[in-house]
């Protein structure tokens, strides 16, 4: 079952989606009414760049912005026809950190996407992550392309930087049709571990392989297409299509299944300690889970502490006020 059965729900909620507003962190994510377009993707690109010397043209930066906005909005990412109002938001903050020199720069990138949930005018955060280590080499006007099918291009350094882009929105396409359908997002995690594989290559090139570490590019998209992880896939569909999706009719039910999908969680933890894929489902939700439960019945908050203490550690002062 693919994501584009469901559109006919998300349709119907289209009005209230209309002035929808909603702060992720550091972006404000605007769902737009703009009707008939194709793409699957209605992404925002910031660059921050003042650590960079200003000997060095800020104008390269706004291109590149630029550049990478039109990269990723205007790109067909799926072969499903999709409504404008069905378009996954996201966003990428690019904060550049170091010159390298010879057009080459290091930097991290925060990547985010939320998802909506049914019938009403809250967005939920589907991906929150922060890359810690990109280095990639620009320069102002070159073609920003991607081909998956040669993954490294003519230049590893200048195509480090849309094979890590394209990762980022097959990794956030999995998690959102997924959501919708169980299983649904598998294409796309796929396609991320075939970029992982086919990665470009290059001395400062980092985050594709195990070795360079617990929490990068590679274990994400690993977890995501091991089987061992099966459990976290059950638990991001329970989390909203029989969670969060069902809050607008029944509350109690809602809760429910949010539990449900906590018990899937902490079943793929206890088998597989000190894995990311747990950690990556919690970044952002801590406020969201508080909330969620904090209006509980008794029987329902006790059980949600208990889960969430063991899995979301670092939001552990909310669930103890539960």
Not at 108 to 114: F, S
Not at 129 to 158: A, C, S, T
Not at 246 to 256: D, H, L, S, T
Not at 302 to 311: F, G, Q, V
Request: charged share 20%.
């Amino acid at each position: 079952m693919t994501r584009y059965i469901f559109v006919s729900r998300r349709m119907n909620c289209s009005a209230n989606f209309a002035d929808m507003r909603h702060n992720v962190l550091y972006v404000l994510l605007v769902l737009l009414p703009v009707w008939g377009s194709a793409q699957e993707i209605q992404a925002r690109v910031d660059i921050l760049s003042n650590k960079i010397s200003s000997q060095v043209d800020r104008r390269v930066f706004n291109t590149l912005q630029s550049g990478l906005t039109n990269f990723l909005n205007s790109r067909k990412w799926t072969t499903d026809v999709v409504q404008a109002n069905e378009r996954v938001q996201c966003s990428f903050l690019l904060t550049l950190s170091q010159d390298l020199g010879n057009n080459v720069y290091r930097g991290t990138l925060t990547v985010q996407a939320a998802r909506p949930a049914y019938n009403t005018g809250y967005v939920s955060p589907l991906l929150n992550f922060q890359d810690d280590n990109l280095v990639f080499k620009y320069v102002e006007y070159q073609p920003i392309e991607f081909n998956e099918n040669r993954v490294q291009g003519n230049d590893p350094l200048v195509a480090n930087l849309t094979a890590t882009i394209a990762y980022y929105i097959n990794i956030i396409l999995g998690l959102d049709y997924t959501s919708f359908s169980l299983r649904g997002g598998d294409p796309y995690f796929q396609k991320a571990w075939n970029i992982v594989n086919n990665a470009p290559d290059a001395k400062d090139i980092s985050g594709w392989k195990s070795f360079d570490g617990l929490r990068n590019r590679y274990w994400l998209a690993e977890n995501l297409n091991n089987n061992r992880f099966a459990l976290f896939h059950d638990a991001l569909y329970a989390y909203y299509r029989t969670g969060l999706d069902v809050f607008y009719e029944n509350e109690e039910a809602g809760r429910n299944g949010i539990i449900n999908a906590l018990s899937y969680l902490n079943t793929v933890r206890t088998e597989n300690l000190n894995s990311m894929i747990v950690p990556i489902f919690f970044q952002g939700k801590g406020n969201e889970l508080y909330k969620i439960f904090s209006k509980a019945n008794g029987e329902q908050k006790a059980r949600a502490k208990e889960l969430l203490t063991k899995l979301d550690i670092t939001n552990l002062f909310l669930y103890n006020t539960l």
